[in-house]
């Protein structure tokens, strides 16, 4: 259920307009910013389904929802 909340949040601010910028905050303490929308996708393998938990990053790489522990947008997660 985590996992598809993520997904929708992540999606939501992906299609806003204007698109602003933001983190992705993992249980590791790294932090991945998303400074564009083309910048993470979702895996292809499940058609991007609310159910996927892997996602790409392009200077990331492979990463899954489970290990996200907050979205804040850029400019509030200073």
């Known amino acids: 259920m985590r996992t598809e909340v993520l ?5 939501r601010l992906l299609r806003a ?3 602003r910028p933001f983190v992705l905050n993992l249980e590791n303490g790294d932090r991945i910013v998303i400074e564009h929308p083309e ?3 979702f895996d292809p393998a499940t ?3 609310p159910g996927s938990s892997e996602f790409y ?7 899954t929802l489970e290990a996200i522990t907050s979205v804040p947008l850029a400019d509030e997660a200073r």
């Open 7 to 11: 997904h929708v949040e992540i999606r």
């Open 17 to 19: 307009v204007p698109f």
């Open 39 to 41: 910048n993470i996708a």
């Open 47 to 49: 058609n991007g389904s």
């Open 57 to 63: 990053v392009i200077s990331g790489g492979l990463s």
